[in-house]
């Protein structure tokens, strides 16, 4: 057989390429980012704590938050039954900024839908779902919680509302004033001889000053509608919170306003407001956050009916 000269086998030299020489680069980088997102989530991540509640009420773990004042502090991440089965226990991990809910005083309860003696509750959680609201304690550090069914009595100016009835405005709804919310409704029910309904409501402390002698309150409508046959409809709809719960709002005037508001005062709850009184622009001093509002004057009596007269 005659061997052929290009039968020969030849080095075939190739370069390495540079995708190949990169590709360490790879589990680098993915262990560079887990570096920053453990990083970022130990500096996110505050206490862990321990709420018991006698159920869960809908609570999911990763998914519900814990909030005060409408503000996320905290989130759900465990639900399970206590040893002896007779309550819920609920893991909360609050914000590293938020370690004063894991202190002594503070207190946490479920906002979810329920139905009462006087009607709906909590039916901003309907589209939201249920969550755990909060409020900060003062004292020392602590992991363990008791969870309570109603939230506590806040600090503030207690004022009780009256009105010949009442259409969308239940517990938990806002106090407003210029739009900003001041206070809460803590409850509504019939008086004791059932010709009226009964708002109790919190002004909170720096907001106090705002509440005067003349001081007019209305229940806010969720819907309003404005128009007619030929000039059309406008339909505002404040927002899906307003809608549900609707609110409590309330103004003062500049001229005449009155004394300061006493804990206990009462006044009546107007259906709607006077063009007046949305006109009215005093100029009150409010303290700042975390300090009550003082006024100079002397508060009108507790327990005294403000323009009372028509339910009488």
Known sequence: MTAHADATPKAVIRRPSRLRGLAWLIPLGAAVAAAFFIRDQMEENGPLITVRFPEAAGLRAGDSPVLHRGIAVGKVVGVALSADKSAVLIAVRLKRDQAEFAAEGAAFWIVSPEVSEIGFGGLNTLLSGPYVEAQPGTGKPVAEFEGSKKPPVEDGLRLVLLAPRVKSVWPGAPVTYRGIRVGVVREVQLSGSADRVELSVVVWKRYAALVRAHSRFWSGSPVDVKGGLFSGLEVKLQSVRDLVSGEVA?????????APAGDGARFMLEDQPQKAWL???????????????KAEETPFPAGKDVMGSKLK
């Open 250 to 258: 309330f103004a003062t005037p500049e001229k005449d306003m009155g």
């Open 279 to 293: 006109l009215w622009t005093p100029r009150i001093k409010v303290s700042p956050a975390g300090m009550s509002a």
